[in-house]
């Protein structure tokens, strides 16, 4: 396949995670005899500062040449603590993502055997939790009328039937290639848009009578994550429980650093961590790029090219078995690893595989 590559590294670690991204993306195509040409464009803080936009028109533009764009992170302290500030780095996100359309994320809660240790949550608890949350993203509050003074101000949650009907059939299908099992998350015994969401759903649920489809209000699922993670096999839910619920679910595998994301949608599709830009670790060369690396994992998936995402998780899993690690997973008395150093490693496994 001949592969164009829009590659947005953003603010913060972004651009060092992102470099190890690429590093892989290459040395994939390289044995499987892809070509791929890349374009970089900038978005977030670093747009702010070098022409006034995070999501600049020219990036849309490259994110419109390519088959998949490769995204690391966005965000700075520096637009954090001034709520004055008239354009913020996470605009340029949901630019991103209302622009493209990109109106499924698909955030996989998947757990590495030899890091159960690191959860926060016991380790007979956490083991075999593998669960995909899959987040409406250009919906709901995000993007609902906003209204803003000094003494009063509110976002509004609104869905309609069209946008709740899609995104249900992108977790339809992710269930039937799964276990069969999906679980609606809603709060429809307090919110009108929750009802809706249930009503559609169960209107739905009879056209696939393969998946077991059962209902959860967000606070209970939120409970029921930490305390039974493998009751979950797909979650489907609106963009602000979704965000929230997936920053739980990430810590479940014991660090943010490996879980990886896919948005699709109308246009081209975009893969990215899930973690933030983390400004205090920038130029450290300390951050695991692992999430990065299978967020490529998932692109080449989507393209149905299951043989090579599944040599970069092959790949993962070997340096972690090898304890080629970044510090925050290092075991005790181990070796760290920066975030090239862990790169490379990865590189050299797929070039000898
Ligand atoms: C995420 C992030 C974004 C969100 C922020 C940066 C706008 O937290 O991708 O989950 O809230 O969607
Ligand atoms: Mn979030």
């Known amino acids: ?109 998947e757990t590495f055997q030899c890091l159960i240790h690191k959860s926060p949550l016991r380790a007979e608890l956490v083991e075999g ?17 906003k209204y803003e003074d000094n003494d009063r101000a509110y976002d509004t949650n609104a869905y309609t039937r069209p946008e709740i009907e899609r995104i249900l059939r992108v977790a339809y299908d992710y269930a039937l290639r799964r276990r069969k099992h999906l679980t609606v998350v809603d709060k429809a015994n307090v919110l009108a848009s929750s009802r809706l ?41 609106e963009n602000t429980f979704g965000d929230i619920l997936t920053d739980e679910g990430s810590v479940i595998s014991g660090s943010m650093g490996l879980l990886p994301s896919a948005s699709t949608g109308e246009k081209t599709p975009v893969f990215e961590p899930i973690h933030g830009s983390w400004p205090q670790a920038k130029g450290l060369n300390i951050a695991n790029p692992l999430a990065q690396i299978l967020s490529v994992a998932m692109l080449f998936e989507y393209f149905n090219l299951t043989e090579e995402g599944a040599l970069i998780r092959k790949a993962v899993n070997a340096s972690l078995d090898a304890n080629v690690r970044t510090p925050e997973i290092q075991v005790e008395g181990g070796a760290k690893y920066g975030t090239d150093a862990v790169g490379a490693w990865i590189v050299d496994y797929i070039k000898n595989a």
Not at 30 to 54: L, Q, S, T
Not at 84 to 89: D, L
Not at 129 to 145: K, S, V, W
């Open 1 to 109: 396949m001949d592969f164009k590559i829009a590659v947005l590294p953003g603010d913060g670690i972004g651009p060092e995670i992102s470099r190890q991204g690429v590093d892989v993306m290459s040395a994939i195509c390289e044995k499987f005899g892809h070509n791929v040409e890349y374009k970089y464009a900038i978005c977030g803080a670093d747009g702010i500062d070098k022409v006034g936009d995070p999501f600049p028109e020219e990036t849309y533009e490259t994110c419109l040449w390519a088959d998949a764009v490769l995204f690391s992170a966005v965000g700075d302290p520096k637009f954090d603590n001034n709520p004055n500030a008239k354009v913020r780095p996470e605009q340029g996100l949901l630019a991103m993502r209302k622009k493209l359309g990109l109106f499924a994320n698909i955030r996989p809660v």
């Open 129 to 145: 939790a593998d669960f995909i949350c899959i987040r409406e993203l250009t919906g709901g509050m995000y993007f609902g009328e």
């Open 197 to 237: 969401w249930r009503k559609v759903a169960q209107e739905m649920a009879p056209e696939y009578p393969d998946v077991i489809t059962d209902f959860m209000y967000v606070d209970n699922a939120a409970m029921r994550m930490i305390q039974e993670p493998r009751f979950f096999d797909v979650m489907v839910t």
